[in-house]
């Protein structure tokens, strides 16, 4: 038999097997969903970064933090599988590898893909969402009560859309700022939820645009970061890794390669070194100003009493980004760098520093893309205080735990469909007890990059490249290419990797289910 079967056997049985669910808690907690965009996997203090996240820190050192937590190495297609439960592609939200056909960031959703918030409001939850959406449906169509949604990702100072409940808001006054102007609007939710509905849990996504492009914050905050990345890329990448080395949070890591078109920092010219500093310190003010608009979303629920009682998550989209280009309102020579003017993006140098040690970024599934910070609070459910948890997790499962600490089933009916097992699976035994989860396959494809983890082994097959075979457990940082002397192994995870992709094109086809459900093949 081969060596990989018995996992191949279980990795079908678990995109079929149901998520089992506790009976619904007295007085169920209420979730306060924090998610950044375009942060690197080392950018927070608590994960080794320079930047000032006070706020960040201590709700890792009264929770937990988990050390490989995956998104899906892009914005929307992250933000359907936290929201759904399921692979992006498994409910059309993003393509599938050679099937231009099967969904994208415009993709439908299948029926039987609700959103959290409607499947919270069978429990009583009301639910709000406040910052970028990206996801099909609006937010009030899609379940959430009420909704501020700022529907432009190129201005921070002067956004051309925004919404409020689903209707647009005129232009805003001067003096707006997106990341505070979220906080605003989830904190606006949170005091009038209180006042009309005490009782009653709640369920608040905000999702902040920082630090995705432009690179824009307020220049106060900017000033506070001057001269703080003058020393280099080089160096403060190994800083970045001996101060994840001393948390902890890494078992086998060295610094990748940079990542072309970055450099090592000697091969930069001066002009070059000048605007990897002065990206670095935008992209810094940038998460440090949400970090303290976070501090005051968690002031108010600490001022109500919610908020040992709230769980509080806190993660990224996906990677750094490493990308290079103009939009919004274009970059005139003369804007200065981080106004409302300039369009500044962090570019390969800044990424590459922002995701160490990892390797890659932002769109692609090598391991410096898809890796978030991931932390979790909630005193009121586990006792863990600025615990570790080295299993590996994914967006996926975060619907699926949410609604089992809400004691919410995983549904088995949407209308007349059935609704397929959640491609995640329950966390709430690896966040309370620090159990060991099943070995499981995890499946990425964005953008025809594929890869599949099983175990401790990787498997990736970069778009136009010969795939490759890492064993993450000695290199976490994908540095040594064991394909050629494995080859039955890369074509047994090959033919996991494409089992995904059978089950995926089944369930989204019209009509999307019968009252039968599926099973895997």
């Known amino acids: 038999m081969s060596r990989l079967l018995p996992h191949l056997l279980f990795c079908c049985v678990a995109i079929s097997g149901a998520t089992s669910h506790a009976a619904t808690p007295s007085r169920p907690p209420n979730i306060l969903l924090l998610l950044a965009d375009d942060m690197g996997f080392s950018d927070a203090g608590c994960?080794?970064?320079?930047?000032?996240?006070?706020?960040?820190?201590?709700?890792?050192?009264?929770?937990?933090r988990f050390t490989q937590a995956y998104n899906t190495a892009r914005c929307w297609p992250t933000r359907a599988a936290i929201l759904t439960g399921f692979y992006a592609q498994h409910v059309?939200?993003?393509?599938?590898?050679?099937?231009?056909?099967?969904?994208?960031?415009?993709?439908?959703?299948?029926?039987?893909?609700?959103?959290?918030?409607?499947?919270?409001?069978?429990?009583?939850?009301?639910s709000y969402h406040s910052g970028k959406w990206h996801v099909d449906q609006t937010p009030l169509t899609a379940?959430?009560?009420?909704?501020?949604?700022?529907?432009?990702?190129?201005?921070?100072?002067?956004?051309?859309?925004?919404?409020?409940?689903?209707?647009?808001?005129?232009?805003?006054?001067?003096?707006?700022?997106?990341?505070?102007?979220?906080?605003?609007?989830?904190?606006?939710?949170?005091?009038?939820?209180?006042?009309?509905?005490?009782?009653?849990?709640?369920?608040?996504?905000?999702?902040?645009?920082?630090?995705?492009?432009?690179?824009?914050?307020?220049?106060?905050?900017?000033?506070?970061?001057?001269?703080?990345?003058?020393?280099?890329?080089?160096?403060?990448?190994?800083?970045?890794?001996s101060r994840l080395w001393d948390l902890g949070m890494l078992s086998s890591a060295e610094l990748s390669e940079p990542t072309a078109p970055a450099k090592n920092w000697a091969e930069l010219t001066t002009e070059q070194q000048t605007a990897f500093t002065t990206r670095m310190e935008i992209h810094a003010a940038m998460i440090d100003r949400m970090d303290r608009e976070i501090g005051r979303i968690l002031d108010h629920l600490r001022s109500t009493g919610a908020?040992?009682?709230?769980?509080?998550?806190?993660?990224?989209?996906?990677?750094?980004?490493a990308e290079s280009l103009v939009r919004g309102d274009g970059n005139p020579p003369d804007a200065a760098p981080g106004s409302a003017r300039s369009f500044l993006c962090l570019e390969a140098q800044g990424a590459n520093l922002a995701n160490a040690?990892?390797?890659?970024?932002?769109?692609?599934?090598?391991?410096?893309?898809?890796?978030?910070?991931?932390?979790?609070?909630?005193?009121?459910?586990?006792?863990?205080?600025?615990?570790l948890r080295e299993q590996p997790v994914h967006v996926v499962d975060i619907a699926p735990t949410l609604l089992k600490f809400a004691g919410v089933p995983w549904p088995k009916l949407a209308g007349e469909l059935a609704v397929p097992a959640s491609d995640g699976v329950d966390l709430s035994a690896a966040i309370k007890e620090n159990k060991q989860l099943p070995q499981r396959a995890l499946w990425w494809a964005h953008e025809d990059n594929c890869a599949l983890r099983l175990g401790d082994w990787k498997w990736v097959a970069e778009k136009g490249h010969a795939p490759e075979l890492f064993y993450l457990k000695a290199d976490r940082s994908e540095t040594r290419d064991l394909a050629p002397a494995n080859s039955e192994r890369v074509k047994e995870m090959e033919t996991i990797w494409s089992k995904f992709v059978n089950k995926f094109v089944e369930d989204t086809r019209e009509p999307s289910l019968t009252k039968q459900a599926q099973t895997a093949p």
């Open 307 to 321: 908020l040992d009682n709230t769980i509080v998550l806190f993660l990224s989209d996906n990677g750094a980004s």
């Open 47 to 64: 994960y080794g970064g320079e930047v000032l996240t006070p706020n960040l820190d201590q709700l890792a050192k009264e929770g937990l």
């Open 92 to 126: 059309r939200r993003d393509y599938l590898p050679h099937q231009p056909e099967s969904g994208g960031v415009k993709g439908r959703r299948p029926d039987w893909a609700r959103l959290l918030p409607a499947l919270l409001k069978t429990a009583g939850y009301s």
């Open 357 to 387: 040690p990892l390797r890659y970024s932002k769109k692609y599934v090598h391991e410096g893309g898809i890796s978030t910070p991931l932390i979790v609070r909630w005193p009121a459910g586990f006792k863990a205080k600025g615990e």
């Open 143 to 241: 379940g959430f009560d009420h909704s501020y949604s700022l529907d432009d990702q190129d201005r921070y100072f002067a956004p051309k859309r925004q919404l409020l409940d689903d209707v647009k808001l005129p232009d805003p006054e001067p003096g707006y700022y997106a990341t505070t102007a979220i906080a605003d609007h989830a904190l606006d939710f949170l005091k009038q939820h209180a006042e009309q509905s005490p009782k009653a849990p709640f369920f608040a996504y905000v999702a902040f645009t920082s630090p995705h492009f432009p690179l824009q914050a307020p220049q106060e905050d900017i000033e506070r970061y001057k001269g703080r990345f003058q020393e280099g890329s080089d160096v403060l990448r190994t800083a970045r890794l």
